[in-house]
């Protein structure tokens, strides 16, 4: 009955966007389950559940940790609110602060959100609870009944205000609209790599993957967009520059993330087509593939380039990158780490066969033959590390 007082018309026709999420027995923050998420309705995913339904909520988790960031507020209710529970909610607010925390000292040059909502309901009153910075205290606090003045106080606080929206979510909207795609159903999230946010999307009947790319990786957004349009690998439908001189483009490819060991032959057929092309990945890691179907495609081409005049570096480059990702090595994601370095310290049997078949692969023209050799090894590569 609580519930379905204060939060039932809380998504409503005033184009808030956000969706409550039933998270009760969902265990997405670490050891605990916060009764109600408030997030924006594309960054949630359903999960199935046995507990009954009564208020037909949407019942799952938040897309990903990436995106905790967005969530404008936490629900717990309560037979009565004591000492436990404001405890309780401390201990989420802590979690929350540092996770966000940890994220935005990563990402230096975007605006930090240093905020966490957490709301407190039991059957006659409500305490509304905004906490402050990586130590989680209270910022501010208020409290009040439910009566109808408190139901209005407490949309008016799950919602929060655009100071707490993160710059990603606000590019998202912004992309969608300048591309004129339409929202999917359920979560849009499909994944955060070095240079952009990758999202679901549609227009028409057309399944889409829109990527958005922050202000100071729209250059290399548009460098990627071109280099797609070039190869032809991937139909680059759309492509904008968004407010504050941010940049999105939409394609044609939604699949799903390449699975080791399963799609390591895949991986590099669908490299060697590249270099076949004449041109060089740069960021050759499992991240940047995905499979649609029973094909795996590259992705992520911001950092790719037509050869320099030195195919087989190039070529060697790409290789060791993706190998050195598949075997899960330290700093196979930096992209000033030498990847030669990283097999020969951790196998040097591996990089010596590695390094000669890489050989024959340039001079025999990159085939797909040969680049099932190149596989092979990185397999078995694979397999003895994982046992070794």
């Known amino acids: 009955d609580v519930a379905s007082k204060v939060f039932q ?50 019942v799952g988790v938040p897309a990903s940790e990436e995106v905790w960031d967005s969530i404008r507020s936490l629900v717990e209710i309560k037979v009565k609110i004591d000492n436990e529970a404001r405890g309780q909610i401390l201990e989420y607010a802590e979690r929350m602060m540092a996770s966000i925390g940890f994220r935005y000292q990563e990402r230096k040059n975007q605006r930090g959100r240093s905020f966490v909502n957490i709301l407190l309901v039991d059957a006659t009153r409500f305490e509304a ?40 979510v606000q590019d998202f909207q912004a992309a969608m609209l300048a591309l004129a795609l339409q929202f999917p159903e359920g979560a849009a999230f499909l994944g955060k790599g070095a240079t952009a946010v990758v999202y679901n999307a549609s227009r028409g009947d057309t399944a889409l993957a829109v990527k958005v790319f922050p202000v100071e990786m729209a250059p290399t957004g548009r460098t990627e967009a071109e280099n797609f349009r070039q190869l032809d690998l991937v139909s680059v ?34 490299l060697s087509i590249l270099h ?69 310290a951790i196998n040097r049997g591996l990089y010596e066969r590695l390094d000669h078949v890489v050989q024959i692969y340039h001079e025999g023209g990159f085939s797909q033959e040969l680049a099932r050799q190149v596989s092979l090894i990185v397999e078995e590569g694979w397999a003895a590390h994982k046992n070794g």
């Open 9 to 58: 018309d809380l998504v409503s026709s005033d184009g808030s966007g956000v969706c409550v999420v039933d998270t009760r027995n969902q265990l997405w923050l670490p050891k605990r389950k916060p009764d109600l998420t408030v997030l924006p309705a594309h960054l949630w995913l359903e999960r199935p559940t046995s507990r009954p339904n009564k208020l037909n909520w949407r």
């Open 237 to 270: 439908i759309d492509s904008r520059n968004l407010p504050g001189s941010r940049f999105a483009f939409a394609m044609g490819l939604v699949g799903s993330p390449a699975v080791v060991p399963r799609d390591i032959p895949g991986m590099f057929a669908a």
């Open 129 to 168: 609870y905004q906490f402050q910075g990586r130590t989680a205290t209270v910022h501010k606090y208020w409290q009040g009944s439910l009566t109808d003045a408190g139901a209005t106080s407490i949309k008016q606080f799950l919602l929060c205000n655009d100071d707490l929206i993160p710059q990603h």
């Open 276 to 344: 076949r092309a004449g041109w060089m990945h740069g960021d050759a890691r499992t991240k940047n593939f995905v499979v649609v179907g029973n094909t795996v495609h590259v992705i992520d081409l911001g950092f790719s380039r037509r050869f320099n005049g030195n195919p087989p570096v190039d070529v060697q480059s790409d290789i060791f990158r993706l190998a050195a990702s598949i075997l899960r090595l330290k700093g196979s994601s930096e992209m000033d780490q030498e990847c030669l370095s990283l097999v020969f």
